[in-house]
């Protein structure tokens, strides 16, 4: 039997790829608005390159910025590109659609929720907290507090430790093929994989480590009913009404 629900963040619970480039491009306006003397294409591209190389968690984009640009340092264009980006982050962020609605009905049914994310905890903290989701999940595995990201097999094996359960009372549902399905079906876990935003058509060489594909988290109880039953595999759901 299933007791243990683990959702990815981003992209799963959290709706944060458009929010993510919106707030890029509105840090680029309020620097270019306060003085920044180089045009929006020229500087949200090489931004664009600094987060590939450097990773969203950074904390110094703006700075690399203006030394990537050969411009002078200063503080007001950072200040403006950290107030551009944070207000859009406080503003837009939103729960993924029917997110909230899922996690109630899976609570009523008694099932056990987790989050296990990559990232840095204070960032994903953040997001959950603003979203108040956080009552929902009994335990939240950060892999930059845990030091090991997914896809690799520590990962979710702690999670299943920190839960006290085995790999097959759990299920992983997430919407990247890699690191979330992939990694998790490593260690024997149930997958789901849900389909959705940017990386819907990505990574589709992995998509045989799904157990399950879902395109609306309101067809996940449907899931773990079939799961439950003993019934097959590598199913696609679709939700009813």
Same mark, same amino acid.
């Given at each position: +039997? ?10 799963? &619970?959290?709706?944060?790829? =458009?929010?993510? @480039? ?6 680029? *306006?309020? +620097?270019? %608005? ?32 203006? $030394? ?17 980006? #944070?207000?859009? %982050?406080?503003? /837009?962020?939103?729960?993924? $659609?029917?997110?909230? !609605? ?13 989050? &296990? ?6 960032? /994903?903290? *953040? !997001?959950?907290?603003?979203? @108040? ?5 009994? @335990? =939240? &595995? ?6 090991? %990201? ?6 979710? /094996? %702690? ?12 299920? +992983?549902?997430?919407? $990247? ?11 024997? +876990? ?5 389909r959705y935003g940017k990386r819907r ?20 109880? *449907? ?11 590598? !199913? *696609?759901? #679709?939700?009813?009404?």
């Amino acid at each position: +039997m299933i007791e243990v629900v683990f959702f990815d963040l981003d992209d799963t &619970i959290a709706d944060t790829s =458009v929010l993510a @480039e919106r707030a890029r491009r509105n840090a680029i *306006e309020n +620097m270019i %608005k306060h003085g920044l003397p180089v045009d929006f294409e020229t500087a949200y591209n090489e931004l664009l390159e600094l987060i590939n190389e450097y990773g969203s968690n950074f904390s110094r984009h703006f700075d690399y910025l203006l $030394r990537r640009l050969d411009i002078p340092y200063n503080p007001k264009w950072v200040a403006a590109g950290v107030i551009g980006y #944070h207000n859009t %982050k406080f503003t /837009q962020l939103r729960d993924v $659609r029917h997110a909230r !609605k899922t996690l109630i009905r899976l609570s009523k049914a008694g099932y056990r929720l987790g989050i &296990i994310t990559d990232g840095d905890p204070i960032k /994903q903290w *953040e !997001k959950i907290l603003r979203l @108040e989701l956080d009552d929902f999940f009994e @335990e =939240v &595995i950060i892999s930059d507090f845990e030091g090991v %990201k997914k896809p690799h097999p520590k990962i979710f /094996q %702690k999670a299943l430790k920190v839960f006290g359960v085995s790999a097959g009372e759990a299920v +992983m549902v997430g919407d $990247r093929l890699y690191s979330d399905i992939y990694g998790a079906k490593g260690v024997g +876990m149930h997958t789901v994989w849900f389909r959705y935003g940017k990386r819907r058509n990505a990574e589709l060489e992995y998509r045989e480590y799904a157990d399950f594909v879902i395109n609306d988290l309101l067809e996940l109880p *449907e899931v773990l009913e079939v799961l439950n039953g003993g019934e097959g595999s590598n !199913k *696609e759901v #679709h939700a009813g009404g």
